[in-house]
C-alpha cells in the first residue's frame, strides 16, 4: 500500500467532508431568500398593484404603466389621463399639434422646460406608443401648440389621442404610501446590492447558485480523484 496516497486521499476526502456541509448552508440560505422574496412578491408587489388600480379605478378615466412602459421589475410607474380626445393632429413622426395654448399642459409652468410623459395612440393598427416631450411650442397666429417628443419609439400618421402624465408623487397620499411599499419591495427584489437603496435578494440568489456550482464542480473532482487513486494505493 503507499502510504503517500494513502495521506493524499484522506486529505481529499477531508476536503469533500469540508464542501458537503458549506453546499447544505448555501442551499438554506437559498431556500430563505426565496421565501423573502415570494413574501415580497404576494404581500407587497401584488397587494400594492391592486390597490393602486383600485385608486385610480375610482378617480376615473386613468390608465397605468409599471415603470420602464409596461415593466414591473423597476421602482416607478406613470399614471396617464386621456388629455386630448380626437384633438390631435400630427405633424411628423416626432410631432404632433393640439388646439389651443396647451403649454401649461407640457411644460413645467416656472422653468417653462419640458416635463411631460405621454401615451399617444395611432389607431387599432399602430396601437400605443409612449415617449417623452422635448419641446411645446404655442404659435397665436394658428392658434395651436406643436408638440415635439423624442426620437424614439415614433409616432404614426393614425396619431389620434394623446393621453398625458397626471401624477406624481405628493399628488395623492394613498398613492404615494403604496408606491412607498412598491418600490421597497422591487428595490429589495430586483435592484442589484451595489445601487442605492438596493438590497439585490434576486443578486444574492444567482450568487449562491453560482457558488454552489462551484463547490459541487470541486466535490466531484475531488471524488473522481479519489477513485483514480485508489486504484494505485494498494
Request: charged content about 20%.
Amino acid at each position: 500500500m503507499s502510504t503517500a496516497l494513502d495521506e493524499i486521499i484522506d486529505e481529499y476526502n477531508k476536503v469533500i467532508a469540508s464542501i458537503t456541509p458549506n453546499i447544505a448552508y448555501i442551499d438554506s440560505q437559498i431556500a430563505s431568500l426565496n421565501v423573502t422574496r415570494a413574501a415580497m412578491v404576494d404581500e407587497i408587489i401584488d397587494v400594492t398593484v391592486a390597490d393602486i388600480n383600485t385608486i385610480l379605478e375610482a378617480k376615473g378615466d386613468y390608465v397605468y404603466t409599471w415603470g420602464d412602459y409596461g415593466t414591473k421589475n423597476v421602482t416607478e410607474f406613470r399614471v396617464y389621463d386621456l388629455t386630448f380626445d380626437g384633438n390631435v393632429t400630427y405633424i411628423s413622426d416626432t410631432s404632433f399639434k393640439v388646439s389651443g395654448d396647451q403649454t401649461a399642459i407640457f411644460l413645467e409652468p416656472v422653468l417653462s422646460v419640458p416635463q411631460t410623459y405621454i401615451r399617444a395612440y395611432c389607431g387599432a393598427a399602430d396601437g400605443y406608443v409612449y415617449n417623452t416631450v422635448k419641446s411645446a411650442t404655442y404659435s397665436s397666429l394658428n392658434v395651436n401648440t406643436t408638440v415635439v417628443i423624442e426620437d424614439t419609439p415614433e409616432i404614426t400618421a393614425n396619431i389620434e389621442d394623446v393621453y398625458t402624465d397626471v401624477y406624481n408623487y405628493g399628488d395623492d397620499t394613498a398613492i404615494d404610501s403604496l408606491k412607498v411599499d412598491f418600490d421597497f419591495a422591487v428595490d429589495y427584489i430586483y435592484s442589484d446590492y451595489t445601487d442605492v437603496n438596493g438590497y439585490g435578494i434576486d443578486k444574492n440568489i444567482t450568487n449562491y447558485n453560482l457558488s454552489k456550482t462551484y463547490l459541487n464542480t470541486n466535490k466531484t473532482n475531488y471524488q473522481t480523484g479519489i477513485d483514480i487513486l485508489e486504484r494505485y494505493s494498494t
